[in-house]
């Protein structure tokens, strides 16, 4: 009998601290699925997820992050057009000039208030919970 398990990665809500308002990263992937997102990636075998959340903001922003919570899991199975994934959801806060690596086609800082529209996979709920959290203190309701 063989079982498929959902593939682990991780997200990562970064808060830039030395900017008004706190503005988020996302970056604008250059494979499939096209789009704006969330820094964040597949945790690889033998990984915690917090180092795995501390590498890839490493590889995709250039930032030196430090983890504040572990905010939410998001596991809806089509969350990820290309296979079951389950997404452990941190906020971080980081210091300096974000640039796109790895890969990233771009990058930019956004206000909560002007995300844009084309986010990939589930990361328009996700930071529709977050923008929730950080206004009322809240956390998203489960299901």
């Known amino acids: 009998m063989s079982y498929r398990n959902p593939i682990p990665t991780v997200d990562i809500i970064i808060e ?21 997102a969330l820094p ?16 890839e ?27 079951h994934t389950l997404s452990v959801v941190f906020l971080a806060m980081a210091k300096g000039e974000p640039f796109a690596g790895d890969d990233a086609k ?20 996700i930071l529709r919970d977050y923008r929730y959290y950080r206004e009322h203190g809240l956390r998203p309701k489960l299901l």
Do not use: M
Request: net charge negative; hydrophobic share 40%; charged share 25%.
């Open 40 to 55: 964040g990636g597949f945790v690889d075998y033998g990984e915690a997820v917090e180092k795995a959340a501390i590498r």
């Open 16 to 36: 830039l601290l030395d900017r008004p308002y706190r503005p988020i990263v996302l970056v604008e992937r250059l494979n499939p699925p096209h789009g704006w």
């Open 106 to 125: 771009n990058l930019a800082v956004f206000e909560l208030w002007d995300i844009p529209q084309n986010l990939c996979f589930d990361h328009e709920r």
């Open 57 to 83: 903001a490493a590889e995709e922003t250039g930032l030196h992050i430090k983890l504040v919570e572990q905010f939410q899991v998001y596991s809806a199975p089509d969350r990820d057009p290309r296979h």
